[in-house]
C-alpha cells in the first residue's frame, strides 16, 4: 500500500493510521524557490542543493531522510588498503532515501518503548569499549543507554549490533508501510563520496569527529559540515551498518549497487569510522567488518535508507 498511502488515494486507511503516522507534505518557500519538474509527494526540495527530502513522524519521533540521485561512481581506493581494491565502476539505477543524520538516541529509544525490544549488548551484559589509547577490552554492562560517557538525546545511537539494526529497521518500515533498510555497501559509499573521488567528501576536520577532535566520545548528529548531499557524520561519530557481509576484495562484487550477502563467514561490513578512529580510518572507501565475537561495541550505530 505505500506509494497510494503517500499519494492519498485510500482515505480510510490515511485517517486509520494517521495517529502513528504522520508524512509531512511541504514545499519550502522562505528565501528559495519551488524548483520546476516533477516531485513526489512528501518531498520538500530546496534550491541550494536541488534536492528532494522525505520528513516522517512516527510516534512522536521525526526521521528526516535525503533523496540521493542515480548514477555513478568509482567505489574502492587505489591508494587504500589492499580490501578496497579493485576499484570498480557502480551504477545505481534509481533513486532512494537516505537517512541525513544517524539514527539518534531519541528515534532508537522509541523503538525499544514500543516493542520491548532487548539489544543484544544488554541481554549479554558487556560490551567492547577502549578509553584513550588503551586497546579493546570487554566491559560489563555497557549498552546503548550506559555507555562510558553521557549522551542527549540527539547523540547517535551507539553500542548497536548488526542484528539490532535490522530489528530496528523491520520496526520502522511496519510502523511506516515502506521499505526502510540499512543501505548497501556501494549505497553508502556513493552517498558518502558525494560526487567526490578522494579520500573524503570534503575537510575532514570540519565534517567529522574522530580521535583528534572527539574527547573520546560521541556527539550530536548533524554538528559538523555535511557533505554536498546535505548528509552529516557520513565520516565519523559512530560506525554505521550495511546490509553486505565483509569481503577480502571487490573482485565478483556487484556493480548495479545492490548488496553482496554471499560469504564464507557472518562478518556485517560496517562504514564510516568513528569518535575513536583515526583519520585514516573515516576514508569514504574504507571497508570494515565485524565478526561475531565483535558484534556490539560502544562506537557501533545506525544510518537507514528507504526505497521506493
Given at each position: ?206 565534517m567529522a569527529w574522530h580521535r583528534a577532535n572527539s574527547g573520546h566520545r560521541t556527539h550530536p548528529v548533524g554538528q559538523k559540515t555535511p557533505n554536498a548531499w546535505g548528509l552529516y557524520d557520513m565520516h565519523g561519530n559512530v560506525w554505521e551498518w550495511c546490509l553486505d557481509m565483509w569481503h577480502s576484495g ?59
Amino acid at each position: 500500500m505505500g506509494e497510494n498511502y503517500l499519494l492519498g488515494l485510500a482515505p480510510t486507511n490515511w485517517l486509520r493510521r494517521l495517529v502513528l503516522l504522520q508524512v509531512i507534505l511541504l514545499i519550502i518557500f522562505s528565501n528559495s524557490i519551488q524548483l520546476p519538474g516533477k516531485e513526489t509527494p512528501g518531498e520538500e526540495k530546496t534550491e541550494k542543493h536541488n534536492q528532494a527530502t522525505l520528513l516522517l513522524e512516527v510516534v512522536g519521533v521525526s526521521f528526516e531522510f535525503v533523496r540521493i540521485p542515480a548514477g555513478e561512481f568509482l567505489m574502492g581506493s587505489e591508494t587504500g588498503d589492499s580490501d578496497e581494491k579493485p576499484v570498480h565502476r557502480v551504477r545505481i539505477d534509481e533513486s532512494f532515501y537516505m537517512g541525513r543524520r544517524e539514527v539518534t538516541v531519541r528515534q532508537f529509544r522509541a523503538f525499544i518503548e514500543a516493542t520491548g525490544y532487548q539489544t543484544d549488548a544488554e541481554k549479554e551484559r558487556w560490551a567492547w569499549t577502549r578509553s584513550g589509547e588503551r586497546d579493546w577490552d570487554p566491559e560489563a554492562l555497557i549498552c546503548w543507554w550506559n555507555l562510558p560517557f553521557k549522551q542527549s538525546d540527539d547523540d547517535p545511537a551507539s553500542c548497536i549490533s548488526w542484528f539490532d539494526a535490522m530489528e530496528f529497521c523491520r520496526w520502522l518500515s511496519s510502523e511506516t508501510g515502506m521499505s526502510i533498510r540499512l543501505p548497501s555497501e556501494a549505497e553508502w559509499e556513493y552517498a558518502c563520496r558525494a560526487g567526490t573521488d578522494g579520500d573524503f567528501a570534503g575537510d575532514v576536520d570540519k565534517m567529522a569527529w574522530h580521535r583528534a577532535n572527539s574527547g573520546h566520545r560521541t556527539h550530536p548528529v548533524g554538528q559538523k559540515t555535511p557533505n554536498a548531499w546535505g548528509l552529516y557524520d557520513m565520516h565519523g561519530n559512530v560506525w554505521e551498518w550495511c546490509l553486505d557481509m565483509w569481503h577480502s576484495g571487490y573482485e565478483s562484487a556487484p556493480t548495479d549497487g545492490s548488496p553482496w550477502t554471499e560469504a564464507k563467514f557472518f562478518e556485517p561490513v560496517m562504514r564510516g569510522g568513528t569518535f575513536i578512529n583515526p583519520q585514516w580510518w573515516l576514508r569514504s572507501a574504507n571497508h570494515m567488518r565485524n565478526n561475531p565475537g565483535n558484534r556490539f561495541s560502544y562506537n557501533q550505530g545506525i544510518r537507514i535508507v528507504r526505497t521506493r
